[in-house]
C-alpha cells in the first residue's frame, strides 16, 4: 500500500534527461532521427511550492509589461505634441524572455535577455486608427546546461522569426495603443558531449512553427523617432521529447524606432 505521505519525486529537468540518456540520442542520430534529440528546459513533477512559484512569477511578468506600457502612455504628454505614425518603419530592441516547457500536466521555464529588432509599415485609417504589417527577427541567451560526470548537455532557445499585422488606436497627440498578432517561426538548439569511450558529440537543433499575440504602446519623440513598450506571447508547435512537448514563450519588451 501507498504511504499516506510519501516523499516527493526528485526534480529531473529534460537536459538532465538528455545527459542520462545520452546513448539513446546517439542511436538516434546514427539511424537519423536528429529531433530525438532536442532537449528542453525542464519539465517535471515538483511539490505545490513549485507551482505556487510558478504563478508568481507569471504575476510578477504581467505587472511588468502593465507597467512598461502605463509609462509609454503616461510619458507622452511630456513629449512633441504632433507625431507621425503611418509609413515605413525601422526599430530595435531589448528586454525580458522566458521560454516555458509544458509535458506531463507540469511546466518548467527559463528566464534571459532578448533582443532584436523589426521593421513595419503603417497607414492611417480614419483620423484615429493605425493599421499596419511588420517582420522581425530575436535572439535571446535563454538556456540550460546540466552535467553528468564524463557526460554534458546544453539546450539553448536559438533565432526567433516573426510577420503579422496590427491594428492601433490613437490616444493622445502622440500616443498609439496596439495590438498585433502574426506567424512565428523558433529555433531550439541542443549540444551533448561524451567525454569516455565511445565519446561523441553533436550539436543540432529543430525549428517550431508557431503563432504570436500581444500588445504595446509607442509614443512620438519628435523628428521621426518613437519608443515603444510591448508584451508578447507565442505558442509554438508540439514535438517529441520523451513524451510531448508543449513550449510557450513570453516577451516584454521596450524599443526605440525611426519613421521615414
Known sequence: MREAYAQPAPHVSFTQRT???SQDVGAAMAA???EASIATFGVAPGPLSGRVETVKRDMDMKSLALAAVAFVVVASPAIAQTAKVSGPRVEA???WDRVVLKADGESEGKSGVTYGG???YDVMIGSRAVLGAYAGIDGASTKDCDSDGTLSGCVKAGR?????????YLVGPTSLLYVKGGYSNGRIQVSVTETAAPA??????VNLRGFHVGAGAEVGL?????GKAEYSYTNYESFEFVGTVNPDRHRVVIGAGFRF
Request: aromatic fraction near 10%; charge should be neutral.
Open 19 to 21: 545527459v542520462r540518456n
Open 32 to 34: 537519423g532521427r536528429s
Open 93 to 95: 530592441n531589448v528586454g
Open 118 to 120: 523589426e521593421i513595419g
Open 160 to 168: 526567433n522569426l516573426t510577420a503579422g499585422a496590427r491594428v492601433g
Open 200 to 205: 561523441f558529440a553533436f550539436d543540432d537543433g
Open 222 to 226: 519628435g523628428h521621426g523617432l518613437y
